[in-house]
């Protein structure tokens, strides 16, 4: 950890200013390894503002009725964190775009708007728990929502792929729209459910630390959730990194496997305590009611 803690914002806003130039000068002149260049500062900017942020994070810990991640700063560094990683998969998906002249600037910028930030008064515990709850909550029910319509995506798929190959379109005067337009949705349904369901995970464990200080994994909520979300993952890259699993049923029985773990995650949310309103542990900081009655429903449904 001595090594971390010695990271600054310097370290991955140069990884990503390094990887920028590389973008850049692609239609300029050839550079051997350009690519492997601008994975590896990726890559190493990634790093560095993931453990910068995390660092940072064990340090608030330290602080008394201060919020954990809880301040302007915190969620703009977040938000470039976000827009790196999208940069990194797409990157990935597709190295012959050019779309780091336009996200890598983006994520520059909210870097530099984060410095303007960066001496504003953070939230306290509570306000934090709140946020982060709201976040929770909002993020795995759009899970749920994508899920839901993968599934229903992957069913007609394989229905009307059935009726095709049988012969059967005039059968009961159904009318549906075409395979190719159905694997796009289930694509966009896998990839988006994933990308929430990270999102609703670290809300999950930001929102926990600041109500009680840790995070109780053997909760069977909490595991079937990270269940779900390796599955996600799992699929997700699949799908991407797969090229048959682009066409025919393979990405329908991916959105109609992830409907299976989503339902085994549900189970084990409402079968356990997860979510409800426990007594934080001795010392550590109490959970107001400052969230509104709207918030709290959805977070017992749907915390991790």
């Known amino acids: 950890m001595q090594h971390l803690s010695q990271i600054t914002v310097t ?13 850049i000068t692609r239609g300029m002149f050839r550079l051997p390894g350009r690519m492997a260049g601008v994975i590896g500062f990726t890559a190493a900017g990634l790093y560095t503002h993931v453990a ?4 940072s994070a064990r340090q608030q810990m330290d602080g008394r009725g201060v919020g954990l991640l809880a301040s302007w700063y915190d969620w703009t560094l977040l938000l470039a964190l976000g827009v790196a990683i999208c940069y990194a998969i797409l990157l990935l998906r597709r190295p012959d775009s050019t779309l780091g002249y336009f996200l890598l600037p983006l994520v520059l910028s909210l870097i530099g708007l984060a410095g303007v930030l960066r001496n504003s008064a953070p939230f306290s ?37 059935y009726r095709l190959k049988h012969k059967r379109l005039s059968s009961a005067g159904m009318r549906l729209p075409s ?10 349904c896998l990839l988006t459910s994933t990308c929430l369901m990270a999102v609703g995970l670290f809300a999950g464990i930001a929102m926990h630390l600041n109500r009680s200080g840790e995070i109780v994994w053997t909760n069977r909520g909490i595991a079937l959730s990270c269940v779900l ?31 299976g773990f989503l339902v085994l995650a549900m189970a084990g949310l409402f079968t356990s305590n997860h979510g409800g309103t426990g007594e934080p542990p001795a010392g550590k900081a109490q959970v107001t009611e400052q969230t509104t009655s709207l ?6 449904g749907a915390e991790v």
């Open 11 to 23: 370290c991955f806003v140069g990884s990503y200013i390094v990887a920028l130039l590389l973008e």
């Open 52 to 55: 910068y942020l995390t660092m």
């Open 125 to 161: 515990r509570d306000e934090a728990t709140g946020f982060w709850l709201n976040m929770h909550a909002g993020s795995m029910l759009l899970v749920t929502v994508a899920v839901l319509l993968g599934f229903v995506a992957g069913v007609v798929y394989l229905v009307h792929s």
């Open 179 to 188: 395979l190719e337009w159905l694997q796009t949705v289930n694509r966009v």
């Open 229 to 259: 979300f390796a599955w996600l993952v799992i699929a997700t890259l699949f799908e991407a990194f797969y090229k048959p699993a682009r066409r025919g049923r393979k990405i329908a029985y991916l959105t109609l496997a992830s409907f």
């Open 295 to 300: 918030s709290v429903a959805f977070a017992k």
